[in-house]
């Protein structure tokens, strides 16, 4: 990339990099000059290239920081890419090396050294393993798949723990007793090649389901890992390509991983013990747990899911001051309740669920009819899809219940309906959740509080439709006064990971 500029007879070329920074400076300048011949004079042009402190590296950036950092770093990365990264780096040297002692004792575990185990029966223990990891992956996969990037911070740490868990099981695997064990095999049971040469042997059901159990457990670390840090790629990518930035990510995790395994042959050849194995292993996973757990700590969302909406929200409903991204980071926990609708100082005030079928919410508004799956809508009159308020809901692109046996809001969603009026219909569930638990809410335009009715006026319908119709005013006037303000502290707006499972949209045909 190069700007170019004339200054009276002199040109300059300027040449940035990837992030903008300049590097060089290319000037040229006429001169004159004579032919060899002595013939007609000649101009030549000069051209003078002044580097930029930009561009003099040392060998340290030139040959190992431009290896493992992104095009442009640090500009083409957010500012919380790098503390990310080296505690991600030290988790990863840390889960090498104690991967090597819970692979020495699945090799002890499959027979490796055990003069009556036969190669089949140690294969076919490796394959029935396989089988089962390869089947949970297809059903973890299935089950949180659209979890995973909602909930990015929480299944990155928690694919580190089932990891852990899995390491456990295999250490733990050659010591599980005999006795514990079934068997389907064809041998004599007794040692040899005829005892062992079974399907399953009496001496391995019990080490199988120990084994099954580490694989599933493993399975779902790769499941949870793989789509929680393409979402985490995806953030840190502000200005980068993000192919090429998990492409260096996975070459700073093989240098990492092999001085893991580099240090780790000197730690399996020195700890031969049990006791001194299962002291380095747990030693280990604490290490590697710990420096998970600062990494994901480390990094900043601005996207809004369910519990930075609710610190969120709840902040400034109660303060009217919009918190920043880095501020809600700080208050945000790595593993919280899901759906849970939390007020700024903690109290659980109720859940949500959101984007559920229409069937569900009519289940909470009256009762269904077991024999022909008919809903009966208590005081819903003929009409109930063509009220006033249920058109006034959809133009939002949403619609809203609350159940107060449950302290439940139900959320349906409009097939058009927009990121932004998803985390609405999200306030507008906190709004009437805390008005249902009797807080004020201060009206930051008007000067007065929202008092909402207290549990014992709640008794008949009319007084909860005007509890949540106040709710609704109270959230179209919050959202109005703070969405720009919202936007400049740098929250997105326009990336819905409300959903942490599949929903269904509704389309309103008038009639």
Not at 76 to 103: E, H, M, P
Not at 312 to 335: I, M
Request: hydrophobic share 40%; net charge neutral.
């Amino acid at each position: 990339m190069s700007r170019k500029k004339s200054i009276t007879g002199i040109t300059e070329i300027c040449e940035v990099d990837e992030a903008g920074r300049l590097t060089a400076t290319y000037v040229q300048v006429p001169s004159s000059g004579v032919a060899p011949d002595g013939g007609k004079e000649k101009r030549d042009a000069r051209i003078d290239v002044v580097l930029s402190k930009a561009a003099t590296k040392s060998w340290l950036q030139t040959y190992v920081l431009d290896v493992f950092l992104p095009a442009g770093y640090p500009h083409s990365v957010t500012d919380d890419y790098l503390k990310y990264q080296i505690y991600d780096s030290l988790q990863a040297f840390s889960s090498s090396i104690a991967g090597l002692l819970s692979s020495r004792a699945v090799l002890e575990g499959v027979g490796v050294g055990d003069p009556t185990t036969t190669p089949t029966t140690a294969l076919l223990l490796s394959t029935t393993t396989d089988a089962v990891s390869r089947l949970c992956t297809i059903l973890l996969a299935h089950r949180l798949g659209t979890a995973l990037a909602p909930e990015c911070k929480r299944y990155r740490l928690m694919a580190d723990l089932l990891n852990d868990a899995g390491m456990v099981l295999d250490l733990l695997s050659p010591a599980v007793p005999m006795a514990f064990s079934w068997g389907m095999g064809s041998g004599t049971g007794g040692g040899g090649e005829g005892g062992g040469a079974g399907w399953m042997g009496i001496a391995w059901g019990g080490r199988w389901m120990v084994l099954c159990a580490a694989s599933c457990l493993r399975a779902g670390c790769g499941v949870l890992a793989g789509g929680a840090k393409a979402s985490l790629s995806a953030k840190f990518a502000r200005g980068a390509d993000v192919g090429e930035l998990n492409a260096k990510d996975a070459s700073q995790e093989t240098v990492i991983s092999l001085l893991g395994m580099l240090t780790g042959t000197l730690v399996v050849r020195v700890i031969t013990s049990p006791l001194a194995t299962w002291i380095a292993l747990l030693s280990l996973l604490a290490i590697h747990l710990t420096t998970n757990y600062l990494a994901v700590r480390a990094v900043t969302m601005t996207s809004l899911n369910r519990q930075r909406a609710n610190i969120l929200f709840s902040h400034l409903l109660v303060t009217g001051k919009v918190l920043d991204p880095g501020e809600v980071a700080e208050r945000e926990k790595v593993f919280e309740e899901d759906g849970v609708l939390r007020w700024h100082d903690g109290r659980k005030l109720g859940s949500a669920r959101i984007g559920v079928k229409l069937g569900t919410l009519l289940e909470k508004m009256g009762t269904r009819d077991r024999k022909t799956g008919c809903m009966k809508i208590t005081n819903g009159g003929d009409d109930l899809l063509k009220e006033q308020e249920w058109q006034c809901c959809m133009r939002d692109n949403y619609s809203l219940w609350w159940d107060r046996r449950e302290s439940t809001a139900y959320v349906t969603l409009g097939e058009r309906c927009e990121p932004w009026q998803q985390l609405r219909a999200w306030m507008q569930a906190l709004v009437l959740a805390a008005m249902a638990k009797g807080i004020a809410i201060e009206d930051k335009v008007q000067g007065k509080s929202q008092i909402a009715e207290t549990q014992t006026v709640m008794g008949d319908g009319l007084s909860l439709e005007a509890l949540m119709k106040r709710a609704q005013q109270r959230t179209e006037m919050s959202w109005q006064l703070y969405v720009i303000e919202m936007k400049r502290k740098g929250w997105d707006l326009d990336t819905a990971v409300l959903e942490t499972r599949p929903g269904t949209r509704l389309s309103l045909s008038k009639g």
